[in-house]
């Protein structure tokens, strides 16, 4: 089987190569982002392995069964730049890694909220400069605040795990609470609820049509000032120009993210020697309430470890003919 890895970074090829010693499979790493401008490249390709920004739309998937590719293996959980109708109708199943480390991207939403709140960012600069003054740097205690998880899922449970162990009061907004979840102890709270009550707002539900802006102007004058927002999920939940009004008038009182609405133009490459383009992400670097990282809750060794061989298992499953082994995407 000839596999295509697009988006290829140097620890996508160390860790999928050292998992893929007895498989048999052929592995080509290939560093541009699938798109329509670069789906002429799967020619010959038996699978595509893809990652979170590649673009399978409609024009890519009959491309590529034009190309002959027979499945997309999805290297990561979330898959809302995959159009499923269309791989339907094209004959492409797609296999995802529905959970790698869910406790990484849990840890790295507690690391937003602990630097966030204590100014870590602002310390580590001032340091650096000579200045050890403390003006501007007060937190306070996460001990009895009341922290939401939007979405209690694998990651969300995760985390409020992690914020119990604070002292904190955790709630949580799931539309569909499994068993996992209310044995975890969370308060289930309406979304009103987590507007009104919460000091801290952290997201972990997918990026779907009814979770599209689910902060926005509206939701943001329900919550109270000063709030904590986190976002680790997806970009697409939050409507950037209604926060940045929020950050300033002070209505949030405090950002984190490690996703971004137009994060498939910025986020994995290295833009240094560049001028920023994009008006709305350059204003949010400029407050010293904001902290973003680049889409890197996933990326521990543990679950990059487990990506690799998760996804190596589904293509497998799929060269046998075993797709009930597959973690496939429903459609
Ligand atoms: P999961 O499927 O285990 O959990 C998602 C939860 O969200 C489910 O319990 C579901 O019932 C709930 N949900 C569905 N619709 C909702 C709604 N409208 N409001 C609130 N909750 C809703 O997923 P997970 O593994 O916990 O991952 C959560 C998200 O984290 C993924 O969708 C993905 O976008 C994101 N993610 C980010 C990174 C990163 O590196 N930043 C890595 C992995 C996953």
Same mark, same amino acid.
């Given at each position: 089987?000839?596999?295509?890895?697009?988006?290829?970074?140097?620890?996508?090829?160390?860790?999928?190569?050292?998992?893929?010693?007895?498989?048999?499979?052929?592995?080509?790493?290939?560093?541009?982002?699938?798109?329509?401008?670069?789906?002429?490249?799967?020619?010959?390709?038996?699978?595509?392995?893809?990652?979170? #920004?590649? %673009?399978?739309?409609? *024009?890519? @998937?009959?491309? &590529?069964?034009? $190309?002959?590719?027979?499945?997309? +293996?999805?290297?990561?959980?979330?898959?809302?730049?995959?159009?499923?109708?269309?791989?339907?109708?094209?004959?492409?199943?797609?296999?995802?890694?529905?959970?790698?480390?869910? #406790?990484? %991207?849990?840890?790295? *939403?507690? @690391?937003?909220? &602990?630097?966030? $709140?204590?100014?870590?960012?602002? +310390?580590?600069?001032?340091?650096?400069?000579?200045?050890?003054?403390?003006?501007?740097?007060?937190?306070?205690?996460?001990?009895?605040?009341?922290?939401?998880?939007?979405?209690?899922?694998?990651?969300?449970?995760?985390?409020?795990?992690?914020?119990?162990?604070?002292?904190?009061?955790?709630?949580?907004?799931?539309?569909?609470?499994?068993?996992?979840?209310?044995?975890?102890?969370?308060?289930?709270?309406?979304?009103?609820?987590?507007?009104?009550?919460?000091?801290?707002?952290?997201?972990?539900?997918?990026?779907?049509?009814?979770?599209?802006?689910?902060?926005?102007?509206?939701?943001?004058?329900?919550?109270?000032?000063?709030?904590?927002?986190?976002?680790?999920?997806?970009?697409?939940?939050?409507?950037?120009?209604?926060?940045?009004?929020?950050?300033?008038?002070?209505?949030?009182?405090?950002?984190?993210?490690?996703?971004?609405?137009?994060?498939?133009?910025?986020?994995?490459?290295?833009?240094?020697?560049?001028?920023?383009?994009?008006?709305?992400?350059?204003?949010?670097?400029?407050?010293?309430?904001?902290?973003?990282?680049?889409?890197?809750?996933?990326?521990?060794?543990?679950?990059?470890?487990?990506?690799?061989?998760?996804?190596?298992?589904?293509?497998?499953?799929?060269?046998?003919?075993?797709?009930?082994?597959?973690?496939?995407?429903?459609?």
């Amino acid at each position: 089987m000839k596999v295509a890895v697009f988006s290829s970074k140097p620890y996508d090829e160390e860790h999928l190569t050292s998992a893929n010693t007895e498989t048999g499979l052929e592995l080509t790493f290939l560093e541009p982002q699938l798109t329509a401008q670069t789906v002429a490249l799967t020619k010959g390709f038996d699978i595509v392995c893809c990652f979170v #920004n590649d %673009v399978i739309d409609t *024009a890519v @998937a009959a491309q &590529l069964q034009e $190309n002959g590719v027979k499945l997309v +293996a999805m290297r990561c959980a979330g898959f809302n730049n995959v159009d499923l109708d269309a791989c339907a109708k094209h004959n492409l199943p797609v296999a995802r890694v529905p959970e790698y480390s869910p #406790n990484a %991207v849990a840890e790295h *939403a507690a @690391a937003l909220i &602990l630097d966030l $709140n204590r100014n870590i960012h602002r +310390a580590f600069s001032r340091i650096r400069e000579n200045d050890y003054s403390l003006s501007g740097l007060m937190g306070f205690d996460l001990y009895g605040k009341t922290v939401a998880i939007v979405g209690g899922g694998r990651i969300g449970q995760s985390i409020i795990r992690i914020m119990k162990g604070f002292g904190c009061r955790v709630i949580c907004f799931d539309p569909m609470p499994s068993e996992a979840l209310v044995e975890t102890g969370v308060e289930l709270v309406s979304l009103e609820q987590v507007w009104a009550e919460s000091d801290i707002i952290s997201l972990h539900c997918p990026l779907v049509r009814s979770t599209y802006h689910i902060i926005n102007s509206n939701t943001l004058s329900q919550m109270k000032k000063g709030v904590m927002l986190i976002n680790t999920s997806r970009g697409g939940l939050i409507d950037t120009p209604a926060i940045i009004k929020a950050l300033k008038n002070g209505q949030v009182g405090y950002l984190g993210l490690d996703v971004y609405e137009e994060e498939a133009n910025l986020f994995f490459e290295n833009y240094s020697n560049q001028v920023l383009q994009d008006d709305i992400f350059a204003r949010l670097t400029t407050f010293k309430n904001v902290v973003i990282t680049g889409h890197q809750a996933f990326f521990t060794h543990e679950a990059l470890q487990a990506i690799a061989e998760v996804t190596l298992n589904n293509i497998l499953h799929f060269d046998k003919g075993e797709l009930d082994k597959m973690c496939l995407v429903k459609t």
